[in-house]
């Protein structure tokens, strides 16, 4: 394993490996650093936003306890100043490995899973192909746009589902890695991905932010 000057990882690793890695990274980010880094994020996000007012924006609930990036922010700011946006969530179906989506109100009630995610009850339900944007969850990414997540494939299966014009963005507590080597065809690449220290956008690969 090699690392350049800035600290990322250059070698070319499988997902079980940096999912083992970036698990451990993740979990050692001091309380101070997350929330400097999470409004790093948050501030990215909502940049990226001004240029593309969505109807239908997918957003996933953050396990806070697993020092998750915390959405909450960007969806208090949607609701508060784009109420032409609607504000989508998922519940998930573990034994199907599939996801249900819904609208997030301020109003929705909310109930923790087994698993500790927070998830919409009673709420409408919203189609695949209504969502224009995805908020993706990961715990790392490369060059390429490729990510690994926990490894259960619900958002590359949700994802196939949606239109093929779909955004799909990323966000990230760390800079890409080199190369995912185990990228098979279910896996569904970002377009783009904001990490603390600015954007990378998909296929150039080029930090332009």
């Given at each position: 394993m090699t690392f350049n000057t800035k600290g990322e990882y250059t070698a070319y690793m499988k997902k079980e490996q940096l999912r083992e890695i970036y698990l451990a990274k993740r979990k050692a980010l001091k309380r101070g650093e997350r929330v400097a880094k999470n409004q790093a994020i948050i501030d990215g996000f909502l940049e990226l936003f001004q240029t593309s007012h969505p109807q239908y924006l997918h957003v996933f609930l953050p396990i806070l306890k697993n020092k998750e990036i915390d959405t909450w922010p960007i969806i208090q700011?949607?609701?508060e100043h784009f109420?032409?946006?609607t504000i989508v969530t998922s519940v998930t179906d573990f034994a199907a490995k599939t996801m249900r989506n819904y609208q997030l109100k301020p109003a929705t009630q909310l109930v923790t899973n087994r698993w500790g995610i927070s998830e919409p009850s009673e709420a409408e339900p919203i189609a695949d192909l209504a969502i224009d944007w995805v908020l993706v969850p990961l715990l790392c990414f490369d060059k390429e746009g490729f990510?690994?997540?926990y490894g259960g494939g619900f958002y590359?299966?949700?994802?196939q589902k949606c239109r093929s014009d779909v955004k799909k963005t990323g966000v990230s507590w760390f800079p890409p890695v080199q190369n995912i080597v185990d990228i098979d065809a279910y896996d569904v690449p970002l377009d783009d991905c904001i990490t603390p220290a600015g954007m990378y956008e998909f296929a150039s690969a080029k930090?332009?932010?």
């Open positions: 700011t949607i609701w109420p032409n946006t990510r690994v997540g590359d299966r949700f994802l930090k332009i932010s």
